[in-house]
């Protein structure tokens, strides 16, 4: 489903192992995209601590500021995992021990005494919230309101963030089009910012990259209208023509 | 340096291309692992788009709440590099041509021509800034009070970082060990969150992992104080044995 608004949202990355720079996160490029495609723009993302003050304070401003509020990490059965507490707390709502959420855990376990304690704490989750379907490992996500409760294991929330980003409603879907140059940056930056000044509802970005034997910039154009994106596209070509640059339109 | 305090940072990656997905972001795992060796915890880090407003609403909210605040990205000669004006503007200082930076870019780019409008804007610092050197393409950095700002393309930002970061006083250095263990995380939380309540000092974080042959959970150990440290290692071994199961330290 898209509309013509603009869909926000923001990212919360819940988790000292990316802090401490141990766990490399590879859950914000990939929600980005995923997002991006159904036409909700992540506007901001933040890596915070297992630390209940600050997820608390974190989800109360977020939730407030962006259509929709996509949290990772801190779901499982350990002390470190405070995530739908917080969430809780963040709305003011008791946890609960969901029927719906012990009887997915159940069916997964088989065994009723590997359903200990320890994993019946997956099954607590804020009252009125609705759970997220875990296709991998039965423990599901929530959404409470415009937030929702995703793990932090990338191959688990990626097959959770698949069927729930199918029933959330984006808005127009931005398009992007990018000029691979053989130029350097400094050299092409009076000219583009003449560019951009001319097609102020295109956002351009300037990226320079380097490798042994190559350099060079690449500039994305991004814009939700097809026709002024390629307006402001061929209006780039025109210039790196007339500057005699090598590119490649990507 | 060290000294006994806990000195704090947050990390501010500006950037429109890291929240569309296009970029993968390499910088805050570094700057994370390097800050900590160094003394310097990261206790937030946050992506934020090239926007003025969340620019300086950020670096004011962050420069007030940490010791050091760390910015990449936004401050090459493209339109899109805003970053050193939006802190001149969160200080409430001017922008000015900086005549050590004009220097440093007449000696990299030796021929006067290529100096052009466009890349002397890399000279524009805020008024009160010192540099920060670039050993890879001269275009330096700033520190403002507690405000280091850094370039966003890796290999830059590093070597920058590099030099910076000998500068900065560092407090006590969190000391970490890893159990690496052959158990499912759910078997194991209820034993882990008794050695957790036992060692409160120590920050246990538990880190489920799955390959097509191998799972388990990564038990990871962090404290600044040695002994403590081995004492909730210690304890938490005992455990394992117990439990016969297999592990492995890291």
């Known amino acids: 489903m898209t509309s013509d608004t603009t869909v926000t949202a923001c990212l919360l990355l819940i988790g ?21 495609a159904a036409g909700i723009r ?5 890596v915070i601590p297992d630390d209940p003050e600050e997820i608390v304070a974190a989800v109360n401003h977020c939730r407030a500021r962006y259509d929709h509020v996509f949290t990772t990490g801190g779901i499982g059965p350990t002390h470190d995992d405070i995530t739908a507490g917080c969430i809780a707390r963040a709305f003011g709502v008791p946890l ?25 704490k997956m099954a607590e989750i804020p009252v009125g ?18 937030v929702h409760v995703l793990p932090g294991v990338p191959k688990i929330m990626q097959a959770m963030a698949e069927g729930l980003i199918k029933t959330l409603k984006g808005g127009r879907v931005m398009l992007s089009r990018t000029l691979v140059c053989r130029i350097m940056e400094g050299t092409v930056a ?30 994305v154009f991004r814009c939700d209208d097809a026709a002024k ?12 023509k007339a500057l005699d640059t090598e590119y490649r339109v990507e």
Chains 1, 2 share one sequence.
């Open 129 to 146: 919230a609705s759970l997220i379907d875990n296709p991998v490992s039965a423990a599901p996500g929530f959404t409470l309101e415009n």
């Open 229 to 240: 994106l390629e307006l402001a596209v061929a209006a780039m070509e025109g210039e790196l």
């Open 16 to 36: 000292n192992e990316i802090l401490s720079g141990r766990t490399k996160d590879a859950n914000l490029s990939w929600l980005a995209e995923a997002l991006g």
């Open 190 to 219: 009076e000219t583009l910012g003449r560019v951009q000044a001319a097609h102020p509802d295109v956002e351009i970005g300037s990226y320079p990259y380097m490798s042994p034997n190559n350099a060079g910039v690449s500039l």
């Open 42 to 46: 992540l506007r901001e993302a933040r």
């Open 96 to 120: 609960e021990r969901n029927a719906d959420a012990i009887g997915r855990l159940e069916r997964h376990y088989n065994d009723p005494s590997k359903l200990n304690e320890a994993r019946l």
